[in-house]
């Protein structure tokens, strides 16, 4: 089974997010490759080419996982792996790398990237994904104490934040009694946007898993959101997502 991730980049100070690369299992081999989102990121932010994947236009194939990659892992010998990995809601023995980085984004606190999958219709033909609820650190005392609260399966709801000075298209995450419990990733706006187009509230969000505090706000609220899977969609079908790699292929580390 081919399973993908994206790599996406922000600039730190315009806070422009761009989908830079894209990362592959298929079997026992992992491919990276960059995207043509990473041609607008040098464009208009002056993005350098990774020190790990120098040419932008070659394919990178290895039995190991990246080293940019391995290392957004925390490693299992850690005595708060565990409890790591239930934050994450991964059941036991499937804590494999990719699933990880699926669900935690691999985001790390000394760079400006994050990781994120490439849905697939489930065993059931929808459109499922999960992820935590993003820039909570910028939201009122009270919303931070409204998640606390939340109850397993309690349904949120999309609102589109039009005023939003970085991004007009921006997607809060609302409670039935209109609290604002954080943002719905990027990545995702353009999906979703385009499945509530096709198939309007049919778009459900519900609450998978609440960590309390101490565990840290990126990883505070766990949310999976389903659909049916439009006839003829293609999640992360825009031009900036699709590889710009030449026929030539790396050798294989």
Same mark, same amino acid.
């Given at each position: 089974?081919?399973?993908?991730?994206?790599?996406?980049?922000? @600039?730190? !100070?315009?806070?422009?997010?761009?989908?830079?690369? $894209?990362?592959?299992?298929?079997?026992?081999?992992?491919?990276?490759?960059?995207? #043509?989102?990473?041609?607008?990121?040098?464009?208009?932010?002056?993005?350098?080419?990774?020190?790990?994947?120098? !040419?932008? =236009?070659?394919?990178?194939?290895? *039995?190991?996982?990246?080293?940019?990659?391995?290392?957004?892992?925390? %490693?299992?010998? %850690?005595?708060? #792996?565990?409890?790591?990995?239930?934050?994450?809601? +991964?059941? %036991?023995?499937?804590?494999?790398? +990719? *699933?990880?980085?699926?669900?935690?984004?691999?985001? =790390? *606190?000394?760079?400006?990237?994050?990781?994120?999958?490439?849905?697939?219709?489930? @065993?059931?033909?929808?459109?499922?994904?999960?992820?935590?609820?993003? %820039?909570?650190?910028?939201? &009122?005392?009270?919303?931070? @104490?409204? +998640?606390? =609260?939340?109850?397993? !399966?309690?349904?949120?709801?999309?609102?589109?934040?039009?005023?939003?000075?970085?991004?007009?298209? *921006? /997607?809060? /995450?609302?409670?039935?009694?209109?609290?604002?419990?954080? #943002?719905? &990733?990027? #990545?995702?706006?353009?999906?979703?946007?385009? +499945?509530?187009?096709?198939? &309007?509230?049919?778009?459900?969000?519900?609450?998978?898993?609440?960590? /309390?505090?101490?565990?840290?706000?990126?990883?505070?609220?766990?949310? !999976?959101?389903?659909?049916?899977?439009?006839?003829?969609? $293609?999640?992360?079908?825009?031009?900036?997502?699709?590889?710009?790699?030449? =026929?030539?292929?790396?050798?294989?580390?």
């Amino acid at each position: 089974m081919v399973q993908t991730l994206f790599l996406a980049w922000q @600039e730190p !100070n315009s806070r422009s997010w761009f989908p830079i690369g $894209r990362l592959r299992r298929d079997g026992t081999q992992y491919q990276f490759v960059y995207t #043509y989102g990473v041609q607008d990121a040098q464009d208009k932010c002056g993005f350098q080419a990774l020190h790990s994947f120098p !040419n932008l =236009k070659r394919e990178y194939r290895s *039995a190991e996982l990246f080293p940019l990659f391995s290392n957004r892992l925390m %490693r299992p010998s %850690r005595p708060d #792996y565990r409890d790591y990995i239930e934050w994450l809601d +991964i059941p %036991r023995h499937q804590d494999d790398p +990719i *699933a990880i980085l699926s669900r935690s984004g691999g985001r =790390k *606190a000394t760079d400006t990237f994050e990781v994120f999958p490439c849905p697939v219709p489930d @065993e059931n033909g929808l459109y499922h994904i999960h992820f935590f609820s993003h %820039r909570l650190r910028h939201l &009122p005392e009270c919303s931070v @104490e409204r +998640i606390s =609260k939340f109850k397993l !399966n309690e349904r949120l709801y999309l609102a589109n934040e039009f005023q939003n000075p970085y991004d007009p298209r *921006a /997607l809060l /995450l609302c409670t039935e009694d209109h609290h604002i419990v954080g #943002y719905c &990733p990027r #990545y995702l706006v353009a999906d979703a946007l385009e +499945i509530l187009q096709k198939q &309007p509230g049919l778009v459900h969000v519900h609450i998978e898993r609440v960590n /309390l505090a101490p565990t840290p706000l990126q990883f505070r609220l766990l949310c !999976n959101m389903t659909a049916k899977w439009p006839q003829e969609f $293609r999640p992360f079908s825009g031009q900036e997502y699709q590889p710009i790699v030449s =026929k030539i292929s790396c050798p294989t580390h």
